[in-house]
Structures are given as C-alpha cells and as structure tokens.
Nanobody, 119 residues
C-alpha cells in the first residue's frame, strides 16, 4: 500500500511565499511523476505544476516543483502569493509498484492541504 500526504499549508499574506511538501510512503514502489493540483473555493480542481520522478526542479511561472537530493518528498514553492491562490492543494503521485515482477502504475492522491492568502 502506498500513501501520499501533503503538508505545509497555512495562512499567509499576499506577496509572500509558501513551500508545500508531498511525501509518498509504502513499500516496493517508485515515483514516476508528481503533479500538484489546487481547488479554489467553489471551483473545480485545476492543475498547477508537475515534475517527472527523475526530475530535480521544474518551474511553471510562480510555481516551482523540486526535490531535495536524498529526500523522498516533492515540494511545491509558490512565490508572490495572491489571494486567488487560496484553495486546497493536492499532490497526485503516479507511482510504479512492483507486483510479482511487473511494474504497474497507480495514481495516488493525498488528502490535500489548505492554503489561504490574505490581502
């Protein structure tokens, strides 16, 4: 069983920055790709940024996805925060599990972490 958990959300002022983390745990798996999504209040979930499992850093506008060397966590850093960045941020890890010698992909979602940006 593989689980994914997000952390690092909170209340921040506009103009600041925030770093969220996504940690995958379990056995016999590797991360093929990690995507970050967010769901603003009253709106649909939307893609924010992503990075392949072999990646180290990926920048999409104000959003930077990165992984520190040796860590089993993928981070999302948001710069120049705006009130419209408010929402629940989710991590979606595409993992490969070795089941009887066969690598099978699974999409594992975390429970989300709330980010609130005050003006």
């Amino acid at each position: 069983q593989v689980q994914v958990a997000e952390s690092g959300g909170g209340l921040v002022q506009a103009g600041g920055s925030l770093r969220l983390s996504c940690t995958a745990s379990g056995s016999s798996f590797s991360v093929d790709h990690t995507d970050w999504y967010r769901q603003p209040p009253g709106k649909q979930r939307e893609w924010v940024a992503g990075m392949p499992g072999s990646g180290v850093r990926s920048v999409t506008g104000r959003f930077t996805v990165s992984r520190d060397k040796g860590e089993n966590a993928v981070h999302l850093e948001i710069d120049s925060l705006k009130p419209e960045d408010t929402g629940v941020y989710y991590c979606d890890a595409r993992v490969l599990r070795n089941i009887r010698g066969i690598l099978i992909p699974f999409d594992i979602w975390g429970q989300g972490t709330q980010v609130t940006v005050s003006s």
